[in-house]
């Protein structure tokens, strides 16, 4: 019966896009076909000048989705992300390549006792409206980011922040935490100035102000933004003068676009894609494994997801490996829980079976022997509605008749924020490599909607596990915890892991300096492009 399904499913995989499926919210059919948008992508004067040494004057990038928030504090997405990372910095950084924590805008840090740490400030630092930037433009982001209920789960592990002179910060806990410094280095808690949001905090989510190696210049909302360096940037100008990312949502079109020459980078390129890059002489892939796991969060507070039996039943009615060999091309791994394997505090609960015959009982112990309808929800990203496309048809095969539902991007952040949903297609990086920044933000009653618990799970013991792992700094002790708490998640299956991917970024073979960060945070001002 599985070899029946699994060969009928490789089937219904090859035409794809025939799986029916209800566009809303914005979405589009993304078969890979679709003419680019007008100026799709960079024509420039600067992306065809030279400057000293044969480089060019601006990097043209392009990815999927555009930015949901200029402000960092809100835009906590990575298409959002992939922007603002090069506009704003943070007291710390995390070094891609090696995974130690490094000094960024605090120079250095002290941790006097298990709760608290005093940050002395680089004095020199500018914003690009050219004001100094100060302890009190720390205290006054951090304290904005706790308050954020975007980004909140970050940073609010600070109790206090007090300014002790100009530029020094005292933080202080409200209990010890193990990754402060790592949750420090994330883009959400960056440094903004504090003068500049309190005069208009509206115009500051449209045209933002940071002291980053980027300054912003322009935001065609739905299409580009354009940087400029910041000459003034504390560790040097950057190498190149100009970046423009191109919002290009079909993954065709953006691998297109890398072997015309239109853009110099390509975000996200599908796996299906991958060797038609690394073929070519004239560009270059880059591939690490990411810090991503990808999943089905079932809404808890619907039916019939509020059954047990019935978010047990569709975890074994998936078959992960066909996704894994299919859907990514064998560009990543199964997923047996919420966080990577590379994130600290992973442990395997045991993989997840997929028995369709043991989940159409568990439905009929459910009361739906004759399966039920709902639907998942997913961004109009191609790789992603294919697999959606594939859940559907793995779920048939159990009798649930599952619609697809496909939206852009910023509609689908606010539908499965509000809980307006029955189950979707999820993706989460773990982005301090600490297992807290994910179970926390997933799984904590408390974080429920934007915060990130779209299961809107609430329940007492994983609560209890998630706060004792927090607290915890004795990193054996944290372990046991963090695996403790795998076991009982997978017991609740209010996620349905599916895949850990690679990150694949296309790239000109002119492209030089390019580091692929595991978390998809590229940083640009190191990267220059030969002409």
């Not at 808690?189 to 300054?215: H, L, M």
């Not at 949502?249 to 239109?262: F, H, K, V, W, Y």
Request: proline content about 4%.
């Amino acid at each position: 019966m599985k070899n029946h399904v699994r060969k009928a499913l490789t089937l219904l995989l090859a035409a794809t896009m025939a799986v029916s499926m209800t566009a809303c919210g914005g979405g589009k059919k993304d078969d890979g076909a679709a003419e680019p948008k007008e100026d799709a992508v960079a024509t420039t004067e600067e992306s065809t000048q030279e400057s000293a040494g044969g480089y060019k004057d601006t990097i043209v990038w392009g990815q999927g989705a555009d930015v949901t928030s200029m402000d960092p504090h809100q835009g906590k997405e990575t298409p959002a992300v992939q922007v603002t990372n090069n506009i704003f910095d943070t007291l710390t950084i995390v070094n891609p390549e090696t995974n130690e924590v490094e000094p960024q805008i605090a120079e250095s840090w002290e941790q006097t006792d298990d709760k608290t740490y005093v940050f002395k400030i680089r004095q020199g630092i500018k914003f690009h409206d050219g004001s100094d930037l100060t302890a009190e433009d720390v205290k006054f982001s951090l304290e904005r980011a706790i308050n954020s209920a975007a980004v909140s789960y970050v940073v609010d592990f600070i109790d206090t922040i007090e300014v002790n002179d100009e530029y020094t910060v005292t933080i202080t806990t409200d209990a010890p935490y193990a990754p402060t410094l790592r949750n420090l280095a994330v883009p959400f808690a960056a440094i903004v100035p504090k003068a500049v949001v309190e005069a208009d905090e509206e115009g500051f989510k449209t045209n933002p102000v940071g002291s980053g190696p980027y300054k912003f210049v322009e935001w065609k909302q739905g299409d580009s933004v354009k940087l400029e360096a910041f000459d003034d940037y504390y560790a040097g100008a950057p190498a190149t003068k100009y970046l423009q990312m191109k919002v290009i949502p079909e993954a065709a079109q953006r691998t297109i676009a890398l072997e015309t020459g239109e853009i110099d980078l390509a975000y996200d390129i599908i796996a299906n894609d991958k060797d038609k890059v690394a073929d070519n002489a004239d560009l270059q892939l880059l591939e690490t494994p990411s810090l991503s796991c990808y999943y089905v969060t079932m809404n808890m507070k619907q039916k019939p997801f509020d059954d047990i039996r019935v978010r047990e039943a569709i975890n074994l009615a998936i078959d992960r490996q066909l996704l894994v060999d299919t859907i990514i091309n064998g560009a990543g791994q199964v997923a047996d829980a919420i966080i990577a394997p590379a994130v600290f505090g992973y442990s395997s609960p045991g993989a997840y079976e997929y028995d369709p015959e043991k989940a159409k009982e568990l439905l009929a112990e459910a009361g739906y022997a004759d399966g039920f309808d709902t639907s998942i929800c997913v961004n109009d990203n191609q790789e992603r509605t294919e697999a959606c496309q594939a859940i559907q048809a793995m779920l048939a095969e159990v009798g649930i008749n599952c619609e697809v539902e496909v939206m852009e991007f910023g509609s689908f952040i606010d539908k499965t924020a509000a809980g307006d949903f029955d189950t979707a297609f999820m993706g989460w990086s773990t982005s301090t490599i600490d297992a807290d920044y994910t179970y926390y933000s997933l799984e904590h009653s408390s974080q429920q909607g934007p915060a990130g618990n779209r299961s809107f799970i609430a329940d007492p013991d994983v609560d209890k596990l998630v706060e004792e792992g927090r607290s915890n700094t004795d990193p054996a002790a944290r372990e046991k915890i963090y695996a403790d708490l795998a076991v009982k998640l997978k017991e609740i299956n209010n996620n349905a892991p599916l895949y850990y991917n690679s990150i694949l970024v296309g790239a000109s073979n002119k492209v030089e300096n390019f580091v692929v960060d595991p978390i998809g945070y590229h940083k640009l001002d190191q990267v220059k492009v030969a002409e």
